[in-house]
């Protein structure tokens, strides 16, 4: 039996509903919400290693570093956008001969920052040690498309252009042949979230993703869909104007190392309206790191705000994702249970799928 995993980036559990065919599945599916993750990264690490994220250490997408791989920008410090964005393609063109997993654009960081800023990870999700190794020792077959690679177990291969359609076209052609695991990553719906918020676009993009899953899908395929986080409206943006050690700016989170006066800067981020990680915090969502590398002093902000300017965005976008407690949605086909799940949880759920380990607690 095939199993099919599509992470729909961004799909918020009321969501499901404005799906007409992703609606009828759940009858015979077990669906809800996927407690959330602090922040923006670690959700493939987590479902594919069924570890939290201070046991896998992936968290954040730019970390602290004392040999950073980006080090060679910082001697380019200019002001210009144009030139940023030539060094940032430049960048790009090189992870992407190199085969590296992280394409993010850089042409909004400040450059002289890059000599202690790097990726925090180089390689595919499905090439670590995690479940994809297990599947590999008991000779199961995979398929995975993670922008902007795909890869089947042995090669893989570069993708420029994207669109969902095309990876649902693809991973219906790859349907016929003989995996027994297929993994997508949906962006879309993420996209459409930021440019134009929660509202009728956003119905019409559900609507579209909806028919394409209509379209792969068969009776005795098992089939999960999750999202990742969630997506709100932004209405307010918040400026931070820190300068004191070195600063990095998500999107809606405001992370600090080397700094002179910790106490000082976190009452100008209250003062912002932001959360900043207390230890409890640190406690309640498992990102207790073993060093500082995400941030020695770490701010959140609260739903509908979004920092701008950051290192990512060219402009304020209209649906933000990022904060505390977003918890999207999940549907597992042909499974019964509650209606909340960690994404730890679905670790287990893929192995009981894929390696008939049955979940025990
Ligand atoms: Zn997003």
């Known amino acids: 039996m095939k199993t099919i995993f599509i992470l729909l980036d961004s799909w918020r559990e009321d969501e499901i509903d404005k799906m007409d065919f992703v609606k009828s599945l759940k009858s015979k599916s077990r669906y809800g919400q996927v407690e959330s993750l602090l922040g923006y990264g670690g959700h493939l690490e987590t479902i594919f290693s069924g570890k939290e994220i201070e046991e896998h250490g992936f968290w954040f997408n730019i970390m602290k570093s ?39 654009r850089l042409y909004n960081f400040n450059f002289k920052d890059l000599k202690y800023l790097d990726f925090s990870k180089k390689r595919l999700t499905c090439l670590e040690d995690n479940l994809f190794r297990e599947l590999e020792k008991e000779k199961k077959r995979f398929w995975y498309f993670n922008y902007p690679f795909s890869y089947d177990g042995k090669k893989k291969i570069n993708w420029v252009k994207y669109s969902d359609k095309k990876v649902m076209e693809l991973l219906k052609k790859n349907l016929e042949r003989n995996y027994d695991f297929y993994f997508v990553h949906l962006l879309g719906l ?17 609507k579209e993703i909806d028919l394409l899953i209509k379209n792969i899908f068969k009776e005795d395929y098992n ?45 100008k981020l209250e003062k912002l309206g932001m959360k900043v990680l207390e230890k409890e915090d640190y406690e309640k969502y498992k990102v207790r790191m073993k060093d500082d590398r995400y941030g ?66």
């Open 223 to 267: 089939l999960i869909i999750v999202g990742d986080h969630g997506m709100y409206d932004v209405k307010e943006t918040i400026d931070v104007k820190i300068d004191d050690g070195l600063m990095f700016l998500d999107s809606t989170v405001a992370r600090f190392w080397f700094l002179k006066s910790k106490e000082k800067v976190k009452k």
């Open 190 to 206: 993420d996209k459409v979230g930021h440019s134009y918020g929660v509202g009728e676009e956003r119905v019409k993009k559900l």
């Open 66 to 104: 004392e040999n950073s791989k980006l080090k060679w920008l910082s001697k380019f410090n200019v002001k210009s956008k144009l030139v940023k964005k030539f060094f940032s393609y430049l960048n790009i063109s090189k992870m992407l001969l190199r085969r590296e997993d992280y394409l993010l």
């Open 296 to 361: 020695e002093l770490i701010g959140i902000c609260r739903k509908g705000s979004m920092i701008f300017p950051n290192s990512y965005n060219d402009d304020i976008s209209k649906g933000m994702h990022g904060y505390l407690d977003e918890n999207p949605g999940f549907l597992i086909y042909n499974s019964e249970g509650e209606d909340k799940i960690k994404f730890k949880d679905f670790y287990l759920v893929l192995k009981e799928f894929l390696l008939n380990r049955k979940i025990s607690n």
